[in-house]
């Protein structure tokens, strides 16, 4: 008879992952305690490493975008500055031509 397979949340994988990593259970123990095969274990751990630095760029992930909205904000605040400054020079220049003045 076959054994019902089980899908196991990142959650899970990561708290598996842990009792082994951080509470120092023996693979096959902690194979045995989940019925897990320790190929099934070793890729997670695998993973786990690979991809561990993502953990840390989320965060750094919002603050970029923080800043990146902050900075077209800006972009466009002065953008709108540079073109009222035009306008206002256009008209200087406007003005000195009518009244003839160099």
């Not at 509470?23 to 019925?35: F, H, I, K, L, P």
Request: hydrophobic share 35%.
């Amino acid at each position: 008879m076959r054994k019902k397979r089980h899908n196991y949340s990142a959650q899970e994988k990561v708290t598996i992952l842990k009792r082994h990593l951080v509470d120092r259970v023996a693979v096959s123990d902690v194979c045995d305690e989940y019925d897990l095969q320790p190929t099934v274990f070793y890729r997670w751990q695998k993973e786990f490493f690979e991809n561990g630095a993502a953990a840390f760029e989320k965060s750094n992930s919002a603050r970029n975008r923080a800043e990146q909205k902050r900075i077209e904000q800006l972009e466009a605040k002065l953008q709108a500055k540079n073109e009222v400054l035009s306008e206002l020079m256009e008209e200087h220049v406007q003005l000195k031509k009518e009244r003839g003045v160099r």
